[in-house]
Nanobody, 128 residues
């Protein structure tokens, strides 16, 4: 069992930056693939980025490539999402997710149903 707690959301102007954190409970953090999803009002939850167990592999949705960076610190049981050059379209509730048994393939890691544990979400608002 893993409990995930996100933090770092807030209000930022377009072009600004935020860093989201996802703190995980438990002693097996390094055995989980970690990901960030987001959900805007009236829209389905969408994949943002994922990072492999050791952090050696990452994957991003096209619209955030070059602007967002996912990372993890297994010693601190924490995953991060650094978001730069934020746009109004990035505004959403951002969720951290963990997968205990997942094949690292692009078609798999982007699916919300592949993840076993979810945080409560943190709101990101981007003003234009």
């Amino acid at each position: 069992q893993v409990e995930l707690v996100e933090s770092g959301g807030g209000l930022v102007q377009a072009g600004g930056s935020l860093r989201l954190s996802c703190a995980a409970s438990g002693r097996t953090f390094s055995s989980y693939v970690m990901a960030w999803f987001r959900q805007a009002p009236g829209k389905e939850r969408a994949f943002v980025a994922a990072i492999s167990w050791s952090g050696g592999s990452t994957y991003y949705r096209d619209s955030v490539k070059g602007r967002f960076t996912i990372s993890r610190d297994n010693a601190k049981n924490t995953a991060y999402l650094q978001m730069n050059s934020l746009k109004p379209d990035d505004a959403a509730v951002y969720y951290c997710a963990a997968a205990s048994s997942l094949v690292w393939r692009q078609l798999v890691i982007v699916k919300a149903e592949e993840y076993d544990y979810w945080g409560q979400g943190t709101q990101v608002t981007v003003s234009s």
